[in-house]
């Protein structure tokens, strides 16, 4: 029987705790500010009405507000249910038994970690919620900064929209190294 996972596992763990723990919270945050903007923006007073704003253009406001909070949401429930497979993984490993288990020094060598958590009980659905917290949770910040640039280019004058839509892009800029880095080769 396992009662200690091995220090690479434990790491492996550990890293993915932290990681979930923080997502969690962001999202929550990010949601409350997605309610937050979209009670903004279904507010009349929140436009001005000498300014033409298309009917059209609120719409896809208001669609973009409710998708903020439903992937944000999303990524805070996918949170929880990572961090519930984390904290099972000792249980799930010592029912496993050591015959299944790779033995820690050849385990190592050259396996990803999805692999090495899944080799000790963490489910098969694992990388599935992975990608789907990863999905919800970049998706619930773009559509933030979507939300600000709408309005932005729908209320204000054009030396705002232009400042803030490179800001907005510099802004983005790391989610989209970071999402462009999962997919190089090691």
């Known amino acids: 029987l396992l009662d200690v996972l091995p220090p690479t596992i434990q790491s492996i763990q550990d890293g993915w705790l932290r990681t ?3 997502g969690t919270i962001v999202s929550a945050l990010l949601t409350a500010a997605a309610a ?20 059209a253009a609120r719409t896809f ?3 973009i507000c409710y998708s903020s909070l439903f992937f944000n949401v999303s990524a805070s429930i996918s949170s929880f249910i990572l961090i519930d497979k984390l904290g099972e993984l000792p249980f799930r490993a010592s029912q496993r038994g050591q ?5 820690p020094q050849t385990a190592m060598s050259s396996t990803d970690p999805d692999y090495l958590l899944k080799r000790y009980g963490i489910g098969r659905w694992w990388s599935f919620l992975i990608w ?3 999905f919800c949770f970049v998706l619930g910040i773009w559509c933030i900064i979507l939300q600000l640039l709408t309005y932005i280019w729908l209320q ?13 892009a510099f802004t983005l800029l790391p989610c989209g190294v970071f999402l462009l880095s999962n ?3 090691a």
Do not use: V, Y
């Open 20 to 22: 979930c723990q923080n």
């Open 36 to 55: 937050q903007l979209l009670s903004f923006f279904k507010s009349a007073s929140s436009f001005d009405e000498g300014r033409n704003n298309p009917n």
């Open 61 to 63: 406001l208001l669609i």
């Open 99 to 103: 015959q299944t288990l790779p033995p």
């Open 132 to 134: 789907h917290w990863l």
């Open 156 to 168: 204000e004058t054009l030396p705002i929209q232009i400042s803030m839509s490179c800001l907005a």
């Open 183 to 185: 997919f190089q080769p």
